[in-house]
């Protein structure tokens, strides 16, 4: 006998912990992420009216390549590393090109949580991790088949990750994870006791 996997869900992992000045780059990174949760009395906003447990950009500033360098910096590396991830999923993309959509920074105080969602429009979602203090959340991945398990049993507790459920990635600072912008995902309560500070994004297909 043998098993076939077909469909498969492929995630990307790299990192930019390895590449030379990433300590500098990083802390610039942080710096700014501080800098916009200080200034952005929009994004303050957005996140009280919606009970974000910290602060993200994501519904109040859309030009964070232009307005810091280091975050147009960062542009420049994930441009690449989405340009391999599509390699690797097989894209065909003809005359189009997968362009940043978005990018936005969240700073996840102890406790938050962001609930399960998937990101539509786009192709490409994934998410940099700048601070992960200890007991900080992984990213929580789920099963797209889930909703049609309809009377399927659990799986054992050591079913190999292939098998899983829900596969959670633990990240380090200078992890960048990228998935299908179909695969639902979430981020459990933060247990540090410091904040995590990760910068996501989105890539579409034009």
Same mark, same amino acid.
């Given at each position: 006998? !043998?098993?076939?996997?077909?469909?498969? #869900?492929?995630?990307?992992?790299?990192?930019?912990?390895?590449?030379?000045?990433? !300590? =500098?780059?990083?802390?610039?990174? =942080?710096? /700014? %992420?501080?800098?916009?949760?200080?200034?952005?009395?929009?994004? +303050? %906003?957005?996140?009280? =009216?919606?009970?974000?447990? $910290?602060?993200?950009?994501? %519904? !109040? *500033?859309?030009?964070?390549? +232009?307005?810091? !360098?280091?975050? $147009?910096?960062?542009?420049?590396?994930?441009?690449?590393? %989405? +340009?391999?991830?599509?390699?690797?999923? &097989?894209?065909?993309?003809?005359?189009?090109?997968?362009?940043?959509?978005?990018?936005?920074?969240? @700073?996840?105080?102890?406790?938050?949580?962001?609930? $399960?969602?998937?990101?539509?429009?786009?192709?490409?979602?994934? #998410?940099?991790?700048?601070?992960?203090?200890? $007991?900080?959340?992984?990213?929580?991945?789920?099963?797209?088949?889930?909703?049609?398990?309809?009377? /399927?049993?659990?799986?054992?507790?050591? /079913?190999? &990750? #292939?098998?899983?459920?829900?596969?959670?990635? +633990?990240?380090?600072?200078?992890?960048?994870?990228?998935? &299908?912008?179909? *695969?639902?995902? =979430?981020?459990?309560?933060?247990?540090?006791?410091? &904040?995590? @500070?990760?910068?996501?994004?989105?890539?579409?297909?034009?």
């Amino acid at each position: 006998m !043998s098993i076939r996997p077909l469909f498969v #869900t492929q995630v990307y992992e790299a990192t930019l912990a390895a590449e030379r000045g990433f !300590s =500098e780059f990083n802390a610039e990174l =942080e710096e /700014a %992420a501080h800098m916009l949760a200080d200034e952005d009395l929009a994004g +303050q %906003a957005w996140c009280r =009216e919606h009970a974000y447990g $910290g602060y993200t950009s994501y %519904a !109040s *500033l859309d030009d964070l390549p +232009q307005r810091a !360098s280091v975050f $147009g910096a960062l542009k420049t590396k994930l441009d690449k590393h %989405a +340009q391999a991830y599509a390699k690797a999923l &097989e894209l065909d993309l003809g005359r189009g090109r997968l362009r940043m959509d978005s990018l936005w920074v969240n @700073i996840l105080k102890p406790d938050a949580a962001h609930s $399960g969602h998937i990101h539509p429009h786009s192709v490409i979602s994934g #998410t940099v991790y700048v601070a992960t203090p200890k $007991g900080a959340s992984a990213l929580k991945l789920e099963d797209p088949r889930l909703p049609l398990m309809m009377a /399927a049993p659990p799986r054992l507790a050591d /079913a190999a &990750e #292939t098998a899983r459920t829900f596969v959670y990635l +633990q990240p380090e600072p200078g992890s960048i994870l990228m998935w &299908e912008s179909w *695969l639902r995902h =979430e981020v459990p309560p933060n247990a540090a006791r410091k &904040e995590r @500070i990760s910068i996501s994004f989105n890539y579409g297909w034009r």
